[in-house]
């Protein structure tokens, strides 16, 4: 089946400092959406991206959706201890509502 | 503002019990889903439901089942628990248009011994 190629799968970085993750994948999505989850709660959307090219911000947060519809970036500017959490990329395909999602990637921040 | 909310945030069953999570949503979506979350595995569909009385599979149906009488209510099922099923299991519910944006429910952590 489709899958999601999210990386890295962890990382661990300062406070203050920017933080850029990704996302691939073989199909073409209609739509990627970025989700943070902080521990033992559920996944929060965070930016939703409906446009190839497009580049969208939420605070500190960015996302683009890929120009080739099979990958998605999202960047953390300015990092603080609360941004720690997984954060998961999910792409939903052309026609359908199914939803694919990364396998996440674990960010520790240390103040 | 857009809420789903689950019965148990934590629950311990004995294997062979039958176990019921509940998910409720207020935004009036058409589109449930049932997740199940393990570590490195990230978060594999279990059923979804576009309808109420309709259901679908996903990728891993297989020890559950899922009942929707009501548009606000999916229930997922396992008729009978097992240690592999031991997880955090997440609600989600859609918007009944494109671009189908899923938002959370707080998630159910199950431990069956």
């Known amino acids: 089946g489709q899958q999601l190629n999210q990386s890295p799968q962890s990382m661990f970085i ?16 209609n739509t990627w959406l970025w989700y943070k989850q902080d521990p033992g709660e559920g996944p929060v959307l965070l930016i939703a991206l409906y446009k190839a090219g497009e580049l ?3 605070g500190r947060l960015t996302a683009q959706f ?46 | 503002d857009v809420k789903v909310t689950q019965s148990s945030r934590y629950l311990v069953k004995r294997t062979g019990e039958k176990v019921f999570l509940e998910c409720v949503q207020d935004m009036d979506h ?3 889903f049932w997740y199940r979350q393990d570590p490195g595995l990230g978060l594999r569909l279990i059923y979804f439901s576009y309808d109420v009385k309709m259901k679908e ?43 189908y944006e899923q938002y959370f429910g707080p998630g159910t952590r199950l431990t069956v011994t």
């Open chain 2, 30 to 32: 058409e589109n449930m």
């Open chain 1, 66 to 111: 890929g120009i080739t519809r099979k990958d998605s970036f999202l960047n953390i500017s300015a990092s603080i201890p609360s941004d720690v959490g997984i954060y998961f990329c999910a792409g939903q395909l052309t026609g359908g509502f199914k939803t694919i999602f990364g396998a996440g990637t674990r960010l520790f921040v240390k103040a």
């Open chain 1, 14 to 29: 300062q406070e203050g400092e920017d933080v850029s993750m990704n996302c691939t994948s073989s199909s073409i999505f």
């Open chain 1, 56 to 58: 969208t911000s939420n």
């Open chain 2, 57 to 99: 599979k996903g990728d891993i149906p297989e020890g559950y089942s899922v009942s929707r009488e009501k548009k606000e209510r999916f229930s997922l099922i396992l008729e009978s628990a097992s240690t592999n099923q031991t997880s955090m299991y997440l609600c989600a519910s859609s918007s009944p248009s494109e671009p």
